[in-house]
């Protein structure tokens, strides 16, 4: 079946520095794949999606490349801040019709001032 | 946009109870969902439902039940709650379960605490 890998956590940053969480798959459709994170007391939100190989997402500073042939999708950040303190979930969508998203387990980022 | 609403925000019951949390979406979404979600742990499917009056298991459906008796609205029943039982439950919604379609959106989450 379909599987989301990555990062495990937790993640200690100091400000300034850069993230990568590294996130593979493995299906055997051409999945949609998404970065979800969650804020403390709140629920996963949408960071990004991208449906197309080779085709990268970004947003709020963060970015991810879809890579068909690595089954990869990195999260990456060149700068991290405090706020991005939050658990980060890479996600995927089968397009043959299991009507879920696959969720990796969860990276939990702390960023330090 | 829309919003999903989650009641209670928390909710404290005693060990064997049978205990109901709720959920609306105003999106107008066909799917719906429900997580459970531990401590330091990822999201496990409960049950979901593709329209009204569906229901499908997750992984993680035994001991509870679920009910989707209109589009936005959908229950979840913990049908004995065991004690120490320390979870929050997350409730999402999708326009349909696949490709680009399939992004969820979620509500607050019920903190669930069993004495």
């Known amino acids: 079946g379909d599987s989301v890998t990555q990062t495990e956590g937790p993640v200690t940053l100091s400000e300034g520095t850069s993230l990568t969480v590294n996130c593979s798959y493995e299906t055997k459709q051409y999945p949609t794949l998404f970065w979800y994170v969650q804020y403390p007391g709140e629920g996963p939100q949408l960071l990004f999606k991208?449906?197309?190989?080779?085709e990268k997402g970004s947003n709020r500073g963060f970015e991810a490349t879809y890579n068909k042939e690595a089954t990869s999708f990195h999260l990456q950040k060149a700068s991290v801040q405090e706020s991005d303190s939050a658990v980060y979930y890479c996600?995927?969508?089968?397009?043959?019709?299991?009507?879920?998203?696959?969720f990796g387990s969860g990276t939990q980022l702390t960023v330090m001032p | 946009g829309g919003i999903i609403t989650q009641t209670p925000k928390f909710l404290i019951g005693q060990e064997g109870q049978k205990l109901t949390l709720k959920c609306q979406q105003n999106?107008?979404?066909?799917?719906m969902y429900w997580y459970r979600q531990d401590s330091g742990k990822g999201l496990r499917l409960i049950y979901y439902?593709?329209?009204?009056?569906?229901?499908q298991k997750g992984d993680l459906s035994e001991g509870y039940d679920a009910s989707r008796e209109k589009k936005s609205s959908f229950s979840l029943t913990v049908t004995s709650a065991q004690k120490n039982e320390m979870a929050v439950f997350l409730c999402?919604?999708?326009?349909?379960?696949?490709?680009?379609?399939?992004?969820?959106?979620f509500g607050p989450g019920t903190r669930l605490t069993v004495l």
């Open positions: 999106f107008n979404h066909d799917t």
């Open positions: 996600a995927l969508s089968d397009p043959s019709g299991s009507w879920q998203l696959i």
């Open positions: 999402a919604s999708s326009i349909e379960g696949t490709g680009v379609y399939a992004e969820q959106f």
């Open positions: 439902s593709i329209t009204e009056n569906d229901l």
């Open positions: 991208v449906p197309k190989a080779n």
